[in-house]
């Protein structure tokens, strides 16, 4: 392989890698406040995308409920983007508050919980579907602006091309990481919010609104979600309602393989599933999605607790 | 009669079918597996058939006979055996959510493999898969045996000293163990039951269904299997078979009163495409207010039982002791 | 009669006297190191008692024994053989069983259930002999069961062979799950903290109860216990942990003056 290629495909990796991680970060903020998996993260991850397109008054295809609509407001992409990520976020809150909380007041088995939310992920993905259909939908090639197609990273006797929308996603991502990890270090809300995922009685204890907290949380994680969702149906294309579930299930290779709960513990497994399935040879291209779920299986088997996770002692 | 054989000959086939998958869940469930694997055992099962009926035993009559399909019925248990046992013997030493994870690892990695490898077609998948009987109702004659055997199987099975072992690894792994039971044993033996039970449906339904292809072992069949299990019942091999069952017929029996004009058009036309948000919807509002099932072993046990408590299963302290015994490697 | 914690064993005849020898375990859990290097040896036909503060380490020892938990470093002989690294269905296999501190039974089934699981080890009938009712199946399924009643009766739960385990008050779970226990059969018998939520005449029970089934089923006990009375009365001998570590080993006169159990105890309050 040459070196542009391999510089490109470092490139893709880290981009696409950075994308499973900020989505991948919705899963770990959750789990490390309530300790479940919420596997409608997929769900609303495919909404933020879709939120997003309709805000910019992308038409409906031919099948579905709505077909041929759209909505009366044509919003940029960026404003659409930040929209549609908050909307995303509200979804998560309504899904915590209907689907999670009452399996929460009886101290439901996590198990549970996840089951539940697998429910949901089917539910709202095929409620897509039967709104608006299953066929793909683009972005407006002017989405983002006046950027060339393609970056050069190279001299111009060594050309390195790189979609100049990779590039974006992944400068997004940094920024996106940069102010979250900023955020839960180095702010009250960030260390409140470390508080009632370490102990949330004794956080509730001490004055802190755990509920209030937890809420928080699952907008976050929403917003994350759509906003992933957005930048991966920007990139391509949406590819009908289910392109969440995959990448869905993919997150949950990144938490494991990061160690679940562990917020740097996303951005490492994020980016290595990224640099994995890149640098998958191009015979074995089809083969690429599967490279997530073996390093997933492997993980699970010789090292269960992640790369980065810690083990937690608990009486028996 | 005929008429109602061959109209609804489909639709009665596909609900024994849906039982037994429901069942293939039910298995590694009674030893306290939440298992998604399931759907990659039936498409393994469907992928062994097609290829066989389509490649190997290509000079059949006009209509393919059932000792072959019986044969390839049994190869397809056979090979999932082998498989559940390489895959659960390190995979079934996780619990709860990372078993969950690994076998939905699992059905990831075989439905990737079903897309690309030119044995099973690719995305286009098997076609022409050729059939034993004239008609579907006649798969009866095997759905129904199938079906009958395996409820007899594990009425028997939870009045033995195996399904004992399985039924106390579910109520408390930690202490089935400190009570002599082999968990990683019992555990793999549940889970390639259910594995050979997916397998063996997944070969008869390649006839059944005449193509195959990856779409046969999605994420999607897990969850509808799960619905399945949660809404028919998860305590006992009743619930699966009434819920696979029920969960089968009603869009279809929906849509057909919906024929008569005794329902508005949109129901009916929701009940067959939307499908998947009812299961959707039933699986969250399950684990709310039924978690084990409209099928409850309280329906068949004349004993005092209060109702049921909630549920403060020592999870973490089960993964915990076992990601100790990770570090060191006992 | 009592062996000093430490002592050489001079000759191999010394591994068959002692029933358990638990030679310098060690548990760690990260920095804190729950058990240290705790040794003593347990006689054959011993009431032995495990007693210290909260925290100190006896439910961790026991369940270093049992094969829960995997020891740091140490041995743990067995009637002479090495379990430190065996799992634990194959420590119960061989004859080791427990109760535990906060009962663990199997709630949603039945009392005789229950029981009938415990005798796992010492049946054999596999899938195929069970489902389609050949030897030894029945045969063992029937014994099983019979099995199950008499261990019921013995701890005088016998009418309520159908009852739900979860809806056993709490006195009468402790007994179901030491009538469990004693389905294994087991030589040796850990009971962690069995009269907890007792009041007096029931511990007076207990005491008899232990005292019982040492004789009639030729057990050895070891007990962690909090009651102190309870301890000194039933127990031949006894060890003090705090700390994780073995501060006193002795009969019951022996320990209770002994100062550093008495600071221990009074200092840690």
Known sequence: ?316 | MEAFFSTYGFLLVSMVFAALLGLSLYLPLMSGQLSLASPGFYALGGYIAAGLSTKVFTNAGPLFPVPLVLLEMLVAGLVSAVVAVVVGVPALRLRGIYLALATIAFIEIIRVLALNLEITGGAVGIFGVPQPFKTQIEYMWIAAPLLVLTMLFLYRLERIRVGRAFIAIREDELASGAMGIDPTYNKVLSFTMGAVLAGVVGAVSAHFLNTWNARQGTFDASIVYLAFVLIGGSRTFLGPVVGGMALTALPELLRAASGNGSLPDWVAQFMKDGRLIIFGFLIVVGTVFLPQGVVTPRMFRRRKASPPAARTEPAETVETVEAAQKENPA | MSVQPGAALADGSAYLVCVLEVRDVTRRFGGLVAVNQVSFSVQPGEIFGLIGPNGAGKTTLFNVITGLIPASSGHLLYRGEDIIHMRPHRIAALGIARTFQNIRLFSNLTALENVMIAQHVHTHSGIIAGVFGLPPSPQEERATRRKAHDLLHMVGLTNRADEIARNFAYGDQRRLEIARALALEPQLLLLDEPAAGMNHNEKLELSDFIREIRLSLNLTVLLIEHHVPLVMGLCDRIAVLNFGELIALGDPAKVQNDPAVIEAYLGSE
């Open chain 1, 1 to 316: 392989m040459s070196f542009t290629e391999f510089f490109q495909q470092l490139l893709n990796g880290l981009s696409i890698g950075s994308v499973y991680a900020i989505f991948a970060l919705g899963y770990t903020l959750v789990f490390s406040i309530l300790g479940i998996i919420n596997f409608s993260h997929a769900a609303v991850f495919t909404l933020g995308a879709y939120f997003t397109y309709a805000l910019m008054g992308g038409v409906v295809g031919f099948n579905g409920l709505l077909a041929n609509k759209s909505l009366p407001i044509h919003l940029s992409f960026v404003a659409a983007l930040l929209l549609g990520s908050v909307l995303a976020g509200v979804v998560a809150v309504v899904i915590e508050r209907l689907a999670f909380r009452p399996l929460r007041a009886r101290g439901a088995d996590p198990l549970l919980t996840l089951v539940s939310s697998l429910g949901v992920a089917i539910l709202i993905t095929n409620l897509i579907q039967y709104m608006v259909g299953a066929e793909p939908y683009s972005f407006p090639a002017n989405a983002y602006g006046t950027l060339p197609p393609a970056i050069n990273f190279g001299t111009p006797d060594n050309p390195i091309p790189v979609r100049s929308v990779q590039v974006v996603i992944f400068a997004v991502s940094v920024v996106i990481l940069a102010a979250l990890t900023f955020a839960i270090n180095y702010t009250r809300f960030g260390k409140a919010l470390r508080a009632v995922a370490e102990d949330a009685v004794t956080a509730s204890l001490l004055g802190i609104n755990t509920d209030f907290y937890i809420l928080l949380t699952f907008f976050l994680s929403g917003f994350l979600g759509g906003l992933a969702g957005t930048l991966v149906g920007s990139s391509v294309t949406i590819a009908g309602p289910y392109f969440g579930i995959s990448f869905g299930l993919k997150g949950l290779a990144v938490i494991v393989l990061g160690g679940l709960g562990d917020i740097p513990g996303a951005v490492v497994g994020g980016l290595v599933i990224g640099l994995a399935e890149a640098f998958v040879p191009a015979e074995y291209s089809g083969y690429k999605d599967a490279a997530a779920f073996a390093l997933l299986f492997i993980i699970l088997l010789i090292r269960p607790r992640g790369l980065l996770g810690r083990t937690v002692i608990q009486k028996v």
